[in-house]
Structure formats: structure tokens, C-alpha cells
């Protein structure tokens, strides 16, 4: 593949500032057993992007392709392509990464893994710190994480980007410290360590400087903002 973009690019480019703009870094979910090491697996890429990329208008597309015929044989090569539906703009990018073993088994793990390193290339992704950031996160009580969990895997589809539903902000609540934006709930939660903490829950992608002013912070792997209730 000779070409890599299409001759004009400026509203994809726009598009894609805007997917940089409210991407959240991919959470660190899963661990290799060799280097003892956390690494975000291609579920938490997508669960990053893919709805911020088809908010903006922008298709992506994954697809093996031929290897260079000069590499000879045990190599995979993979094309990803950002389309911008709206104009038919696009960019592209060819992964060619070699084959661990000549089976469909081994297909499928160097197409995984060539999938997740290009998209994070592309988008220029990062990962959350799994060191420093995780060790700032609070972590909740598990009876209070089943519900949510099993709150998130009963909403519609479209409703999913905000998997805690909270009564929203009224005059004369304890939240009365903390900025009313417009389709942002509150509500307390306790951690582990006892400590009472307040979770923002709704249309915070739109809010997020504003919630980062306030003091909230962004939880990765469970996708709220959050602050310790003594700081509010």
C-alpha cells in the first residue's frame, strides 16, 4: 500500500481532534503471564473509542490483508482504516507483524494483537498507569460494584456510556458545594477503606473539564468521575 491518506484530510482531521479531545485512556485489564505485566486488552481499546469514533462520524475498518511478498512466507499483514462517512476522507495505517505459529489459532492472536497496538497508533491512545493512577483510585465496595454491574447490563444499548443512574441534583442536597451542570447526577458511595465518596454519573463526557475543575477524577475502569467526599 503505496497511499495512506486520501489527497484531502481536513475534516477527518477535525473529526479525529474531537475524538482526541473526550478520549479517556484504555484501562489496563488484562495480564501477561510472562512479563507479570498489566496491558489493555482490545476490549478496553474499543470500549475507549469506538463510540467516540462513530459519534464523530467516522467508520473504522480492521481487515487482514497479504503480507509483503519480499517478507516471504510467515507474516500477516493488517490494514486499518478511519473512514469519515460524511465526506469519504480517510487514513490508513498497514501493520505486518510475524505469524507465532502457522494455524488459525495463531492467526487469530497476531490479528488481536495487531488490531489493538495499530488502532492505539493511530488514534494516538495511551493506557492508564496501573502503578500511580490505580493506587489514587478508590476502591468500592463490592456489594455496591455488583449493582452497578448488573444495573449497566440491563440498560438499552445507547444508555450504556453512563452505567450508574443517580437521582438528579435538587435544591437543599448535601451536593449544594458542587457545580449543577446541566444532565450531571450525584450520589454518595462508600470504598473499602470507609471513606464516603461522591461518583458523577450522566452526561459528564461533555463536562469533563469542568468536573476535573471541581476536583473529580476520571476512574478508567469503571468509567465515572469521582472525588473523596471530604474534599467536595
Excluded at 469506538?50 to 487482514?64: A, F, S
Excluded at 502457522?102 to 497476531?110: E, I, K, L, Y
Excluded at 449497566?152 to 443512574?165: F, G, L, M
Excluded at 473539564?209 to 469503571?222: C, M, V
Aim: glycine letters at 6%; hydrophobic letters at 35%; aromatic letters at 8%.
Amino acid at each position: 500500500m503505496d497511499t495512506y491518506c486520501s489527497e484531502n484530510i481536513t475534516e477527518l482531521a477535525q473529526a479525529l481532534i474531537n475524538v482526541q479531545k473526550l478520549m479517556t485512556p484504555a484501562a489496563k485489564d488484562g495480564k501477561n503471564p510472562f512479563t507479570k505485566s498489566n496491558y489493555a486488552t482490545l476490549n478496553s481499546v474499543m470500549e475507549s473509542c469506538r463510540d467516540i469514533l462513530l459519534d464523530q462520524g467516522i467508520w473504522l475498518t480492521q481487515l487482514p490483508v497479504p503480507a509483503p511478498s519480499e517478507l516471504g512466507q510467515g507474516y500477516l499483514g493488517l490494514l486499518t482504516k478511519l473512514t469519515h462517512a460524511k465526506t469519504g476522507q480517510w487514513q490508513a495505517s498497514l501493520a505486518v507483524i510475524p505469524l507465532p505459529k502457522s494455524d488459525p489459532q495463531g492467526m487469530g492472536s497476531a490479528i488481536t494483537y495487531a488490531r489493538r497496538y495499530a488502532l492505539t497508533s493511530m488514534l494516538g491512545m495511551i493506557t492508564e498507569d496501573d502503578d500511580a493512577e490505580s493506587a489514587k483510585e478508590p476502591k468500592m465496595s463490592s456489594a455496591w460494584a455488583r449493582t452497578q454491574r448488573a444495573n449497566y447490563s440491563q440498560e438499552p444499548r445507547q444508555s450504556r456510556r453512563q452505567p450508574i443512574s443517580a437521582e438528579p441534583v435538587r435544591q437543599g442536597d448535601d451536593f449544594g458545594s458542587l457545580p449543577k451542570l446541566e444532565g450531571v447526577s450525584y450520589q454518595y458511595v462508600t470504598a473499602q477503606d470507609g471513606r464516603q465518596c461522591i461518583i458523577a454519573t450522566g452526561n459528564t463526557l461533555a463536562k469533563k473539564e469542568l468536573l476535573s475543575g471541581a476536583g473529580f477524577r476520571w476512574h478508567a475502569q469503571r468509567k465515572y468521575w469521582w472525588k473523596y467526599a471530604e474534599a467536595a
